[in-house]
Every structure is written in C-alpha cells, then in structure tokens.
C-alpha cells in the first residue's frame, strides 16, 4: 500500500509573502498562515484559551509570482499540499524545519484594502489554474 503526505489548511497570512526568484527566473515565494482552535470552557468552569499555530508555507513558480500579486497579510485562505521537512548545520547545530508545498491556493477573504475590481483578477487568471512545481495544474482562485 502506498502511503499519502496531504495537507489542507484554512487560515490568516501573517505577512506579505517573501518572493525571490532563483536561477533562471524560477520564482519561490515564502509566508506564515496562522490556524486558529477556538478556546473553550469544560464543565468545571476552566476556561481553555484559543491555541494559534503557525505554519510556513511554499509556493513555486507560476503559483509564487500569482501570490506575489494577490497575496497579503490578513487575507483568509484555503492552502493545500504536501509536508517536507528541510534540515541543514548551522554553526555546528543540526537544524529542521517542516513546511507546506502548496499546490493549491484560494483567497476566501480579503479585508477591504485589498479589495480589487473583478475584472482585474479574471485578466490575470481567465481559467484560475496555473502549473504548479512538477508541471501539473494547481487551482488559484
């Protein structure tokens, strides 16, 4: 039986995404999403407080420089992908970090300075899919 690396998160961008491009113009784009569990309060009266997580995610080619374009901070979004964990030395230490390669994107909500015409958005994107990392098709809107 084969086995299944896939994640799906809903949730806020914490920073505008860090976008660079690499050898031969192959775009990278980096940022944080925040999920949040809403607190809670048990039988006995204790109040459990909400429990923020924060996630990076990576975005590559066609899918960064359309993040680079539409992407903000606090924006609401639906991400899905795969886990990889990266590690490397620094200074002697051994060091990891575990990301999210999205390969698909949808903006659910954008506060209202980020509010666009429609019109704009469908010129950048008629069909709302671009290619992802490996060549296949990732839905963006």
Known sequence: MSSVNKVILIGNVG???????LDR??????FNLATT?????????????DKTDWHAIVLWRNLAEWAERNIRRGMKLYVEGKLQTRTWEKEGQRRSKTEVIAENVQILYRPQEYQQPRNEEVE??????????????AQIF
Do not use: H
Not at 15 to 21: A, K, L
């Open 124 to 137: 950048l994107e008629a069909d709302g899919y671009e290619n992802n990392e490996n060549g296949e098709e």
């Open 25 to 30: 113009g192959v775009a990278i784009a980096n």
């Open 37 to 49: 569990e809403r607190g809670y309060t048990m039988q006995n009266g204790t109040q459990v407080p």
């Open 15 to 21: 920073s505008d995404p860090d976008v660079r491009y």
